[in-house]
C-alpha cells in the first residue's frame, strides 16, 4: 500500500458499492473498504505502527457496524497521536441526534446521511479545506 | 287597714327582694273575716311580688282551691264556718303529707292548736297577726321549697347525665373503671362488663380480676404501663392489648388511663378508659391488606408499561436505524439509475427510478412520523402551570397571520390554566386548532372556539369549529395513525396522518381523555380532558442510546 488511499468503513456491500461510486466521482485515490470495526482499528492501528498511515487521505466511517461500532473506532482513531489528526467524515443513515453530537465532539469533518450525493460530498470536503 | 300598710312598711318587713328565686311558688290564704283576708292578702302580694296568692273564705272553699292548684303553703285560720282550718288541713294532708300548712291562731283557739299538731301542721302564727312574724315563717318555708327544687333539678340533671354517659358508653363501646388504689377495689361502668362479655355488675371486680381479663401475651404489657403510671404519675396513654370474653371470644381494646393524687402528691385513684376497638383495627387491617395488594398491581402494572415502553423504544429504534438503512440504499440505487440510465432510450426507465424517488420519500416520511409519534409515548414531560389560552391565542394568531385573507372568528376562553409540559400541550391544541382552522377553509366565515365545561367528571376542554365535519361513523379512525377520512385532494394532506394520534398520545401522557363529535358540513367538536396534576417523568429511567 504504497499509494495515497481512502478508507471506507462499511459493512454492508451494497452501501461500500454506492458510496465507492460517488467517491470515485470526484477522487482519484484508491478506495480500501473494510467491512468491520474491528478489523480497521487493527488495520489504522498498524499503519498507524509503520507510518503508512500517511497515505490515508479520508476515511470514510459507518456507525453501526459488526463486532466494534463506528463510535469506538473514531475514539481508537483519535486516542492514537498518529491517527488523530486524520480526516473522517461520518456516513450513517441514522437520525440520532446523540450520535451525532458525540461525533461532533470527536472532531469529524461532517455527517452525512445516506445515500450521500456528489454535492454533499464537495461541500463536506469543502470544509476540510478551509 | 291603711294605717296597718303604712305601719308595716315603716317598720321595713319588705326588705328588699329575696335572695332566691320563688316564682312559681303558689300560696292559698283562708280567712271568714273578709277585711282580715283583704288585707293580710294585700300585704302577703306586695311582699312577696312573685308569689302566686289563691284566697278562700272557709276550709270547703280552701280545700277546693287546694285539690285545683295544690299551693306551696296554705295560711289558714282555724276558726271557720262552713269547715274550719282543722277539718281542711286534715284533708289537705290525707291526700298530700308533704303539704305545708302554716295556722294563724287565737290564743283562745289552744285546744284546736294540739289538733293541728297532731295533724301535722308545722307552725302557726298568732292572731292578731304579726307581720314581721308572718314573713319569717313563709320566707323559711319558701327558701326549704326552693332548696328543695333546686335539688330536685340537680338530682335530675345528674340522672340525666348518667344515663347520657352509659348510653354514650354502649354507643361507643367506651367502658370506664376506677381503681382504689389504697384498698385496691374497682369499679367497672355497665359498658366495661358488657365489653369484657358479662352483664353489668355481675361480680364483685378487683384489680387482679381486671388483669385477668386480658390475654397471658399482652397482660404483662398492661401491667407494666399502669405500674409505670402510677410511678412516674403519668397518664397510661393508648396501650392495645386483646383481651378474651367468658364465650372465648378475643377483642382489642385500648386503654387509657389517669393517676389521680390525694391531698399529699400520693397517687390514690386511677381511672381509665377501655376502648373495645375491635372492628376498627379490623377494618384498619383490612385497608393495609388493600393498600399492600393495591401496590403489589401497581409495581406490577407499572413494570408491564416499562416492558412495553420498552419493546417500543427498541422498536423504533428499529424503525429509525435498521429501516432506514435499506430505505437509504433504494434511494442510493434511484439517483445511480437517474444518473446513469437518464437518457435511455426506453422513457419507462427514467420514470420509474423518479417514482420509485417518491415512494422512498414517502416512506421516510412515514419512519418519520411514526418516530414523532412513539416520541410522545416515551419522552419525559415537565410538569408546571400552563395557561391554554395563552397558547391557543398565540396559535390562533400565527395562523391568521399565515393566511390573513381568510375571515376567522376566533374566540378563546380566558385563564384556561392546567398543569401539564407545555411543549406538548403546545403541540396538541396545534394539531386541533390546526384541524379546525384547515377544516374550516371552504367556508365563508368561519368560527373556531376554545373552551371548557365543568361536568361531573371535572374539566372538559374543547375546540368546535363549523367546518367541514365528519360522518359520526368514521369517528373511531379519527385518532388512529397514518388514516384519514378525507378524500385525496379534499384537502391538503402530508401523507401521514398522525396529527390526532400525536394529540391522542399527548392527551394520554397528561392522564386525560379525548373524543369528537362531527357532522358533514356542520363543523365538528374535539373534547379532552386532562388530569388535575399528571405525574412529570418518563416510564423509562435510562434510554438506551443508539
Not at chain 1, 463506528?70 to 441514522?94: E, F, H
Not at chain 2, 384489680?207 to 402510677?230: G, H, N, P, W
Request: with cysteine; net charge negative.
Amino acid at each position: 500500500m504504497a499509494e495515497p488511499c481512502i478508507l471506507l468503513i462499511e459493512d454492508n456491500a451494497d452501501d461500500a458499492f454506492l458510496a465507492s461510486r460517488i467517491i470515485r466521482k470526484i477522487r482519484a485515490e484508491k478506495i480500501v473498504v473494510v467491512r468491520d470495526g474491528e478489523e480497521a482499528t487493527d488495520l489504522l492501528l498498524s499503519m498507524a505502527e509503520d507510518g503508512s498511515c500517511q497515505l490515508i487521505t479520508l476515511v470514510f466511517l459507518d456507525l453501526k457496524l459488526p463486532k466494534m461500532n463506528g463510535l469506538d473506532v473514531l475514539q481508537a482513531i483519535r486516542n492514537n497521536p498518529k491517527l488523530q489528526a486524520l480526516p473522517v467524515l461520518v456516513l450513517t443513515s441514522s437520525d440520532n441526534d446523540a450520535d451525532q453530537e458525540r461525533c461532533r465532539g470527536l472532531g469529524v469533518i461532517d455527517y452525512l446521511f445516506k445515500p450521500m450525493t456528489v454535492d454533499r460530498l464537495e461541500r463536506a470536503l469543502d470544509k476540510l479545506k478551509s | 287597714m291603711a294605717g296597718d300598710m303604712e305601719e308595716a312598711t315603716a317598720k321595713g318587713w319588705n326588705t328588699g327582694p329575696l335572695s332566691y328565686d320563688i316564682s312559681g311558688a303558689t300560696l292559698l290564704y283562708v280567712e271568714d273575716e273578709a277585711d282580715a283576708r283583704n288585707m293580710v292578702s294585700r300585704m302577703l302580694a306586695m311582699n312577696y311580688p312573685k308569689l302566686k296568692i289563691f284566697a278562700a273564705e272557709n276550709g270547703a272553699v280552701g280545700l277546693d282551691l287546694y285539690r285545683e292548684h295544690t299551693p306551696d303553703i296554705v295560711v289558714t285560720d282555724i276558726n271557720m264556718p262552713v269547715m274550719d282550718g282543722i277539718r281542711m288541713s286534715r284533708e289537705i294532708k290525707s291526700t298530700n303529707p308533704e303539704a305545708c300548712i302554716i295556722a294563724v291562731t287565737a290564743h283562745s283557739d289552744t285546744s284546736y292548736l294540739l289538733n293541728a299538731i297532731e295533724i301535722g301542721v308545722h307552725h302557726y302564727v298568732l292572731k292578731p297577726i304579726n307581720y314581721e312574724e308572718l314573713f319569717a315563717v313563709i320566707d323559711k318555708i319558701l327558701e326549704q321549697i326552693v332548696l328543695k327544687r333546686l335539688v330536685g333539678e340537680v338530682n335530675q340533671r345528674i340522672v340525666e347525665s348518667q344515663m347520657q354517659l352509659a348510653m354514650a358508653q354502649r354507643i361507643a363501646h367506651l367502658g370506664s373503671w376506677q381503681w382504689d388504689l389504697s384498698d385496691g377495689s374497682m369499679n367497672w361502668s355497665d359498658e366495661m362488663y358488657r365489653i369484657c362479655g358479662f352483664e353489668p355488675g355481675a361480680f364483685e371486680v378487683t384489680y387482679q380480676s381486671f388483669l385477668d381479663r386480658f390475654l397471658e401475651q399482652d397482660r404483662e404489657t398492661v401491667k407494666t404501663a399502669i405500674k409505670e403510671s402510677i410511678e412516674n404519675r403519668q397518664p397510661v396513654g393508648a396501650v392495645f392489648c386483646r383481651i378474651e370474653r367468658s364465650d372465648g371470644c378475643q377483642r382489642i381494646l385500648r386503654l387509657e388511663a389517669e393517676v389521680l393524687l390525694d391531698g399529699t402528691g400520693i397517687p390514690s385513684l386511677m381511672i381509665g378508659t377501655s376502648h373495645d376497638v375491635t372492628e376498627l383495627k379490623e377494618a384498619e387491617e383490612r385497608i393495609r391488606l388493600l393498600t399492600d395488594e393495591l401496590e403489589r398491581r401497581v409495581i406490577q402494572r407499572t413494570s408491564l408499561l416499562q416492558a412495553s415502553l420498552r419493546e417500543l423504544e427498541s422498536f423504533s429504534y428499529v424503525v429509525s436505524h435498521d429501516l432506514r438503512a435499506p430505505v437509504a440504499r433504494i434511494e442510493g440505487f434511484c439517483q445511480a439509475l437517474l444518473e446513469e440510465c437518464g437518457d435511455c432510450p426506453n422513457p419507462g426507465c427514467r420514470q420509474y427510478a423518479e417514482r420509485t424517488e417518491r415512494v422512498v420519500k414517502q416512506i421516510k416520511h412515514i419512519i418519520d412520523a411514526f418516530n414523532n409519534l412513539s416520541h410522545y409515548a416515551r419522552c419525559r414531560l415537565v410538569i408546571e402551570d400552563v395557561d391554554l389560552s395563552l397558547v391557543a391565542g398565540g396559535i390562533a394568531a400565527t395562523f391568521s397571520q399565515s393566511e390573513p385573507e381568510r375571515r376567522v372568528e376566533f374566540s378563546i376562553a380566558p385563564g384556561l390554566v392546567v398543569r401539564g409540559d407545555r411543549r406538548l400541550l403546545q403541540i396538541a391544541l396545534e394539531h386541533l386548532l390546526g384541524n379546525a382552522w384547515k377544516f374550516t377553509s371552504k367556508k365563508e366565515s368561519s368560527r373556531i372556539e376554545f373552551g371548557r365545561h365543568d361536568q361531573e367528571e371535572g374539566m372538559v376542554f374543547f375546540i368546535r369549529d363549523n367546518g367541514a365535519g365528519f360522518n359520526m361513523k368514521y369517528v373511531d379512525k379519527l385518532f388512529k395513525p397514518f388514516q384519514t377520512i378525507h378524500s385525496p385532494g379534499e384537502y391538503t394532506w402530508d401523507g401521514t396522518a398522525i396529527g390526532l394520534a400525536t394529540v391522542h398520545s399527548i392527551i394520554l401522557r397528561h392522564g386525560g381523555r379525548i373524543w369528537a363529535e362531527g357532522e358533514v358540513d356542520r363543523g365538528a367538536t374535539f373534547y379532552f380532558t386532562l388530569e388535575p396534576n399528571p405525574e412529570g417523568g418518563s416510564f423509562i429511567e435510562d434510554p438506551p442510546t443508539g
